[in-house]
């Protein structure tokens, strides 16, 4: 199976940063894509930031020009540089990935898009 473990979260004053990271364990083979999403109390689960195996990144609009997605492919771990915070931003904040993986060395290939992180808490205070 596939493993999202998230790191990075805290408390923060607004107009501070974090970085979240988040690595995927498990055999996996490929990335097809990342993402980041974030649940405020009372609230759905909503994106924040994707991005596919080859870089290509997409933002929620609120969050534009304040963070950035990266990915490291050989580590297998993707990340969220959150400038600018705002109280707004409070939330915890889960990892997603669709991956392409097996269940054990020479398994088949199977691919999972509903792996999940247990989440990490954003606190920005005002």
């Known amino acids: 199976q596939v493993r999202l473990v998230e790191s990075g979260g805290g408390l923060v004053q607004a107009g501070g940063s974090l970085r979240l990271s988040c690595q995927a364990s498990?055999?996996?083979?490929?990335?097809?894509?990342m993402g980041w999403y974030r649940q405020a109390p009372g609230k759905q689960r909503d994106l924040v930031a994707t991005?596919?195996?080859?870089?290509?990144?997409n933002y929620v609009d609120s969050v534009k020009g304040r963070f950035t997605i990266s990915l490291d492919n050989a580590r297998h771990t993707v990340y969220l540089q959150m400038n600018s915070l705002k109280p707004e931003d409070t939330a915890v904040y889960y990892c997603?990935?669709?991956?392409?993986?097996?269940?054990?060395?020479?398994?088949?290939?199977?691919?999972?898009?509903?792996?999940w992180g247990q989440g990490t808490q954003v606190t920005v205070s005002s």
């Open positions: 498990g055999i996996i083979y490929s990335i097809n894509a």
């Open positions: 997603n990935a669709d991956v392409v993986y097996s269940s054990f060395v020479g398994g088949s290939r199977r691919r999972s898009t509903d792996s």
């Open positions: 991005i596919t195996g080859d870089g290509i990144t």
